[in-house]
C-alpha cells in the first residue's frame, strides 16, 4: 500500500532522559522517570488529548533491547505498528510486529517512508545514533525529566559529527518534565 506523495512522512526521534542526558540507569531501570516535582505554570494534559495524540503515529521504529524492555514492561504500543531493528533472527506473537536487518536507509526510505505518515525512533541509543548518522531523521522530540541520575545509557554519545538543529517548540508540563522539539537541518560534509 502507498500513500499519496501529499503527505510526506516524517520520522521522530523521540527520547526521555534524565537532565544529565541518561536514557535508562545502569541496571537498564526507568523508575527514575516517575517524577514527583510539580511546576505550578506547567501544562497539563487531558487523556483525550494522549490519546489522539498517540493514535497520529502511525508507526514505531525500535532496537531489539528496546522491543524486549517495552515487552518486560507491558507493550505500551497497541496494535500500532511496530519495526524493531535486530541484528538476529526474531519472532514476536504480535501481529503488528516486523522485525528487520539489513541496510536502514533502503529501508526507511523506500518502505517505511511510502506506507507510513507519521513514524517515532523510540530508542534505544545506538539507533538513535545511527538514525542521526545517516541523515535519517526530521525531528527529534526530547523530553527531559527533573532528574540526575549519574550515570547510564547516555542517548547522544559519541554521534561523530556535527549535527546543526532548529528549535520548533517547548513545553514545560505539570509534573516539571520539559519538552523540546527540534528540527534536524539536513547537512552536507560536516565532520
Given at each position: 500500500?502507498?500513500?499519496?506523495?501529499?503527505?510526506?512522512?516524517?520520522?521522530?526521534?523521540?527520547?526521555?532522559?534524565?537532565?544529565?542526558?541518561?536514557?535508562?540507569?545502569?541496571?537498564?531501570?526507568?523508575?527514575?522517570?516517575?517524577?514527583?516535582?510539580?511546576?505550578?505554570?506547567?501544562?497539563?494534559?487531558?487523556?483525550?488529548?494522549?490519546?489522539?495524540?498517540?493514535?497520529?503515529?502511525?508507526?514505531?521504529?525500535?532496537?531489539?533491547?528496546?522491543?524486549?524492555?517495552?515487552?518486560?514492561?507491558?507493550?505500551?504500543?497497541?496494535?500500532?505498528?511496530?519495526?524493531?531493528?535486530?541484528?538476529?533472527?526474531?519472532?514476536?506473537?504480535?501481529?503488528?510486529?516486523?522485525?528487520?536487518?539489513?541496510?536502514?536507509?533502503?529501508?526507511?526510505?523506500?518502505?517505511?517512508?511510502?506506507?507510513?505518515?507519521?513514524?517515532?525512533?523510540?530508542?534505544?541509543?545506538?539507533?538513535?545514533?545511527?538514525?542521526?548518522?545517516?541523515?535519517?531523521?526530521?525531528?527529534?522530540?526530547?523530553?527531559?525529566?527533573?532528574?540526575?541520575?549519574?550515570?547510564?545509557?547516555?542517548f547522544f554519545d559519541a554521534i561523530a559529527k556535527v549535527q546543526p538543529l532548529h528549535l520548533k517548540d517547548q513545553r514545560a508540563y505539570a509534573n516539571g518534565m520539559v519538552e523540546l522539539t527540534?528540527e534536524i537541518l539536513k547537512t552536507d560534509g560536516l565532520p
Open positions: 500500500m502507498s500513500r499519496p506523495d501529499k503527505f510526506p512522512s516524517k520520522v521522530t526521534i523521540h527520547m526521555v532522559s534524565s537532565l544529565d542526558g541518561y536514557a535508562a540507569s545502569r541496571d537498564n531501570n526507568v523508575e527514575w522517570m516517575n517524577t514527583k516535582d510539580r511546576y505550578e505554570q506547567g501544562i497539563i494534559l487531558t487523556a483525550e488529548e494522549i490519546n489522539a495524540y498517540l493514535a497520529s503515529i502511525d508507526c514505531y521504529i525500535m532496537g531489539a533491547k528496546t522491543y524486549e524492555h517495552a515487552l518486560e514492561l507491558g507493550w505500551p504500543y497497541g496494535d500500532t505498528p511496530v519495526q524493531v531493528v535486530t541484528r538476529q533472527p526474531r519472532s514476536s506473537g504480535k501481529d503488528s510486529v516486523s522485525f528487520h536487518s539489513g541496510d536502514l536507509t533502503e529501508w526507511v526510505n523506500q518502505v517505511l517512508k511510502t506506507r507510513y505518515r507519521n513514524i517515532w525512533l523510540v530508542g534505544g541509543p545506538d539507533l538513535v545514533r545511527q538514525f542521526i548518522r545517516l541523515n535519517l531523521a526530521d525531528e527529534i522530540i526530547y523530553t527531559i525529566v527533573p532528574v540526575l541520575i549519574g550515570g547510564g545509557y547516555p527540534y
